[in-house]
């Protein structure tokens, strides 16, 4: 089944992230996922705007365009219209996706274009060396706010929902299984895959999901929804989410009468958005954050949708030339 | 015909249709114009209108115009005055006082010219005729309200529908005024309404029949005119505006070039209509993407041609504003993008529905760093189908992208188009390498420091680009200050080349004469009429004008250097006079320069150049 093997999806350019970073590992995981994916390197194209993450089509054996700053998703939107057999894939990160690039992020995931986007979402800008981001949490103290940050971070996988996004996945830099698990997801997906990686810069935003992230932690600290489980965690799964009116609740088997019984079931296919936003905007330590596909809903892509009228406009036209559409209307002869 | 009392036959002649922005002024003449292209007139047309869509009504702000220039022989122009005047309302003939040759004939609605109307207008009195000193004109007083609601008494229509048929009453007479056979006109409202409202069509050529009819119940007090046939090169013809011929050029270059047509663009005036039009041509393939913004217009093109498709934008001044750093991208990454402009006034939002020549600077270098693109500019509607089949031309074979500058004037103006045969043009061969190469190299140059498209789906030719230096021939990322200087001069050396592969300069009228004048762009018509007038009449005036900017036709020095003495005449403050010194600083270029939102007159032209023949050197 898999011809290839991760060496076609590697290319001969020394990887240039700083020792520690997570990208090293996200770009392990999406060439060794790429095997599994079942498409040729050369109908592949991985598109990226600017940023430490961006660099990434660098160093993959597939065809790569790093391009301007925020406009990744245009430049993928132009690259999968022109060729819909064409896997894409584009990598951004808080920055480039949220900050400059904002306007074609949403209009890329209203559309719904085929896309699969990973977002590398490290809460800092790492290129420019240490400025908050739109992502960072009220209050951060960085190099362009000494007294503290005033503004509300994005939540990413709101912001993708509340622009009509289908597909919000969450996975951490160092979570290979579940990395793989929902890069296999987003590339299955017909639409825009949205994956938020929750990714460590080692320089200037050490360890701001370790909470989250660290082996120790990952059990209790968060809980990976799948598609018709009960929403379970904790080291021995004792623990559990349930909805009481329109508010998620973290309760505790066995404690209150509580059985599995009462745990919610992920149903990551409903249309309505309202218990997936919720579950997307769990924070710790008030909740596990939710990693895993949490929200897959199938809807007309918009690529699809291109190719099937110009079949029809192309059947039912009598236009088949340009010598057609130029002597079609008012013309006339003189001799 | 019957008897007339007069008809004063013509070799061309200027028609202005002017009224409310509501009063559809812009489809009574344009349905005009094809009926008098189908008569076999030449001709050229100039709508003006405001930018709002319905300014206020009966103010002279609010007054839309559609001029038309028929003519026996080539027309140029759409006339620098009008020798017959539509005017709806009294805002119409106020705002075209001035504007109809003296003697000329005029067409008034006289139901509209009411106290209220006439304030509205500004007159001061009730009287406009003698108010402009109108009195040796010839005057048609018709009462085209009244006229219109009695045609259509027993058709049950609305109110607003009947008032909206009097543009069709106007025109009726007027094709009676012009000599021109009311079957003709019949069968333009037919194609224009028939299918999507026949019952509308059905009231408008009742009144059109009507306003004809009423011409020949006046005609014993009013002349008419007539014009012969012009004589053009045998062939099939229909009308084009320039928005029209640039989508059918970039259809025509995808054909032949075989590979598929992607538009990424966002609406703007004056441009929107090449993203209407290319959005309807399904059937032929076309790809078009309504972005959310101009910078998402021309990513997504960008996109598209790094897939293999020919990709294009379409914009004005202020969304090209908008994508210089993309353009900048495509610029290194040599990739083949046609970015089309139709100016306007400027700078910021300026003046959205008016002509202006001011985006030649802002092509050639509003964008960061040593960013070379070709500059290219269309000269008529018609030949805007020409240049943006070469600007296609350019950008596939010479990989890079290509600005193509049309204006307000050319996209909305309309002419006789004789419509040519795919098989007889050019052709496009994209550099698209072929076979199995193990050692290819996406950098690597041919003998016209073209490199190769290779794009996604292609087997073995797997690479990466991007915004970033990039090595000579291998295209890996270098931060080597010696391979960026190359590669600065490269790009730089790979468009002056584009000077060996295009049409040489053309020069027009006597090499003997004392004069040169420079164009370039949408004043071509003007100039060339102007030039072509004094040489008829003896007055030696040579004339060149400019469809390739960047690089300029390798034969351009010598042309520059037959002529002591040059004019540049230009719609902006002296964009390309400032260019040529930089690039012929041996030369001296006098400059005639407007900036009023509107082309040109032949007459300015005729007396500045004649004054300045008569100028001495110094």
Sequence with gaps: MNKHTIKDYKSDQYVRWCPGCGDHAILNTLQKTMTEMGKDPEDIAVISGIGCSSRLPYYMGTYGFHTIHGRASAVASGVKVANPDLCVWQITGDGDALAIGGNHFIHAIRRNIDLNIILFNNQIYGLTKGQYSPTSKRGFISKSSPYGTVEQPFRPGELALGARGQFFARTADNDLATSRQVFLAAAKHKGTSIIEVLQNCVIYNDKTHIEITKKENRAKNTIVLEHGKPMLFGENKEKGLIRIGMELKVVELGKGGITEKDILVHDAHEPNTSLHIELANMEYPEFPVALGVIRDVVTPTYDENVALQVEMVKEQSNIKTFDDLVTQGNTWIVE | ?618
Aim: hydrophobic content about 35%; charged content about 20%; some cysteine.
């Design chain 2, 1 to 618: 015909m019957s008897k007339r009392s007069k008809v004063i036959e013509l070799k061309e002649v200027v028609i202005r249709f002017s009224g409310d922005s509501g009063d559809g002024m812009q489809l009574t003449g344009s349905l005009f114009s094809d009926v008098s292209a189908f008569l076999g007139n030449d001709l050229s047309t100039f709508p003006d209108y405001p930018a709002e869509i319905r300014a206020p009504q009966g103010t002279v702000s609010g007054v839309s115009g559609f001029q038309v220039h028929l003519g026996n022989s080539e027309v140029y122009t759409p006339g620098d005055i009008a020798d017959v005047l539509v005017a709806m309302n009294p805002a119409a003939l106020k705002a075209n006082n001035g504007k109809v040759r003296e003697g000329g004939t005029i067409v008034m609605d006289v139901d509209s010219f009411d106290e209220k109307n006439l304030t509205k207008a500004g007159y001061l009195t009730d009287d406009p005729i003698t108010e402009d000193q109108l009195q040796d004109y010839n005057i048609i007083k018709a009462p085209i309200t009244t006229l219109t609601r009695n045609s259509l008494e027993d058709f049950g229509l609305d109110n607003k529908s009947i008032l909206r048929s009097k543009n069709m009453y106007a025109l009726g007479l007027v094709n009676w005024l012009f000599h021109q056979p009311i079957e003709a006109a019949l069968e333009a409202i037919d194609k224009k309404f028939s299918k999507k409202n026949p019952n509308i069509a059905k009231a408008n050529k009742k009144v059109l029949r009507d306003g004809y009819n009423y011409g020949v119940t006046i005609q014993a007090l009013t002349p008419s005119y007539h014009i012969n046939a012009a004589e053009l090169k045998p062939g099939r013809y229909r009308t084009i505006n320039g928005n029209l011929a640039i989508s059918w050029g970039l259809i025509a270059a995808s054909q032949k070039s075989g590979r598929e047509l992607f538009l990424g663009t966002y609406p703007i005036t004056p441009a929107s209509e090449i993203l209407q039009e290319l959005s309807g041509r399904k059937d032929l393939g076309v790809k078009v993407f309504q972005a959310e913004d101009e910078i998402a217009g021309i990513c997504t093109a960008i996109g598209a041609s790094f897939a293999g498709d020919l990709a294009a934008t379409s914009t004005s001044g202020p969304g090209l504003a908008l994508m210089s750093e993309a353009i900048g991208l495509a610029v290194i990454t040599e990739l083949p993008l046609v970015i089309i402009n139709v100016q306007r006034g400027g700078p910021s939002t300026g003046l959205p529905t008016k002509t202006e020549q001011s985006d030649l600077m802002q092509a050639l270098y509003g964008r960061n760093g040593e960013s070379p693109a070709v500059v290219m500019a269309t000269s008529s509607p018609s030949d805007c189908f020409k240049y943006t089949y070469w600007a296609a031309k350019i950008a596939m074979e010479h990989m890079t992208p290509v600005i193509l500058l049309s204006d307000g004037y050319l996209a909305n103006g309309s002419q006789p188009w004789r419509i040519p045969k795919l098989k007889d043009f050019p052709n496009i061969i994209p550099p698209i390498p072929v076979g199995e190469n193990e050692d290819w190299q996406p950098y690597a140059r041919n003998e016209k420091l073209v490199r190769e498209w290779a794009y996604p789906s292609m087997h073995g030719y797997q690479h990466r680009i991007g915004g970033l230096e990039k090595e000579e021939d291998t295209g890996n990322v270098s931060y080597d200050g010696v391979n960026h200087e190359k590669m600065t001069k490269t790009r730089q050396a790979k468009i002056d080349e584009i000077a060996h592969h295009i049409p040489d300069l053309i020069l027009y009228g006597p090499p003997e004469a004392d004069l040169l004048v420079l164009g370039w762009g949408g004043t071509f018509g003007h100039l060339y009429t102007a030039i072509d007038d004094m040489n008829i009449a003896g007055n030696k005036v040579a004339f060149a004008h400019f469809r390739f900017i960047h690089p300029f036709p390798k034969n351009t020095a010598e042309i520059l250097g037959q002529f002591k003495k040059i004019v540049v005449c230009e719609l902006n403050n002296g964009q390309l006079a400032s260019y040529l010194r930089m690039n012929f600083p041996e030369k001296r270029f006098r400059q005639y320069n407007k900036i009023q939102g509107l082309p040109f007159t032949v007459d300015e032209l005729k007396s500045h150049f004649t004054q300045l023949k008569n100028e001495s050197d110094e």
